[in-house]
């Protein structure tokens, strides 16, 4: 099989400098990367740009936060305009184990339909319990919606399918890709060989009233705003061809409404942000209307 020419697409916010490690394991099995910031400091990225000569990488600096989705459509231009055929992108906490890419490239050469595989993802280790991350699976077995970080996807499917929705700033931007693929007739395939350690964020859990846990992500209010929104976007726009998901979107929403009414702070604020991130999708108003 002749080596694709793959480029990886890195997005960073304010990184730590162990980051560097990350980029060091995974760049010997790319033949490109590019790295896209959104809005760190020039502090934060010196160690980067000293680094990009040693490993072999580009920076496009956003001088900004543009969201996740903006960075990724950045990258994967970049990629795109260099004539590279794959892209892989990854988030900037996740680690990559030896011969990811091949394999995955491999299980992708075995795939008797490949025309209609937009995305291929290995297991996912996360990192603190190193249980393995499930994937969602629809009532057929086909997978519906991953992760960005960890995807591999020919960059010609997006002249097919769009980009990613870059009104959506973050969340939900992966996921509503995924649904979109899959109104589409493309599917997303899971490479069981290839393994990657990811980061979920940091989870606390709480005992109310000596009954019962409550695990909770505490997303700060900024985030929860842009979380309802786009969640009531996604069951706007999916909800015929996924009820079922949407529903389940739907009953996850009351659940962290919940939670913020019972153990988060600051609740009013965060209370406040989701009524006016339900309030800018009822009235279709997307975009970055809060600043990140």
Known sequence: MMRAAVCGVVITFHPKIDVLENLAKVRPQLQGMVIVDNGSSPQELAPFYEASARLGFTIIENGENLGIAAALNTGIRW???????????????????????????????????????????????????????????????????????????????????????????????????????????????????????????????????????????????????????????MIQLYWKQYPAYCLDLLALTAKDTFKILLVEKPRFTKMKNSVAGLRDALLNRMGKTVEL
């Open 79 to 233: 990629a795109q305009s260099h004539d590279f055929s794959w892209v892989a992108l990854f988030d900037q906490d996740s680690t990559v184990e030896a011969g990811l890419i091949e394999k995955m490239l491999a299980y992708y050469a075995e795939q008797p339909d490949q025309a209609k595989v937009a995305i291929v993802v290995p297991r996912y280790i996360d990192r603190k319990s190193g249980a393995e991350m499930p994937l969602l699976h629809d009532k057929d077995g086909k997978i519906m919606v991953v992760r960005t970080s960890g995807s591999l996807m020919p960059v010609s499917v997006f002249d097919h399918t769009g980009w990613f929705l870059e009104d959506f700033v973050i969340d939900q931007v992966d996921y509503e890709y995924c649904l979109r693929l899959g109104t589409l007739g493309y599917k997303i395939i899971a490479c069981r060989q290839a393994t990657l350690i990811h980061s979920l964020g940091e989870r606390q859990r709480h005992r109310v009233l000596g009954l019962f846990n409550i695990i909770t992500t505490h997303h700060n209010a900024k985030r929860r705003y842009y979380i309802t929104r786009n969640r009531v976007r």
